[in-house]
């Protein structure tokens, strides 16, 4: 059995998880998780090279589904933050609803990366709302 699974992703899907990484490779201080993490961005990092060059158009795309996962991630440890206060008023409708729309926003990014790419992979969305 291999210890690393090849399967076939999008671009957009690939970068959204080198992004999460990234995030988690800034924010974790555990020092055996961080290596986790280290690992798997820099096997991400060569699959990427392997597969596409980053252009500069690609560049923003890249930064703003970055700063949408920061986005989620601060929302999700708010999230937990009024949960475990048992405070599951106005804040936390709030909090969880920012989470739908920066998701949208990412779900977005992702579909926008793998159009300008080609990819044969392209997620789709089954909301009523979702374009």
Not at 30 to 52: G, M
């Amino acid at each position: 059995m291999s210890s690393v699974i090849n399967t076939p992703i999008s671009p957009g899907e690939l970068l959204d998880k080198i992004t999460v990484l990234e995030i988690k490779a800034e924010r974790i201080t555990d020092p055996a998780r961080l290596a986790n993490v280290k690992t798997e961005l820099n096997l991400l990092h060569k699959t990427k090279a392997e597969h596409f060059s980053m252009t500069p158009e690609l560049e923003v795309l890249a930064e703003r589904l970055k700063k949408s996962n920061q986005e989620i991630w601060d929302y999700g440890e708010k999230i937990r933050e009024l949960g475990e206060a048992k405070e599951f008023g106005e804040a936390f409708v709030k909090v969880a609803w920012d989470i739908h729309v920066s998701n949208d926003r990412r779900a977005a990014l992702k579909k926008e990366i793998n159009l300008l790419l080609g990819s044969k992979i392209i997620e789709e969305k089954s909301y009523k709302h979702w374009k």
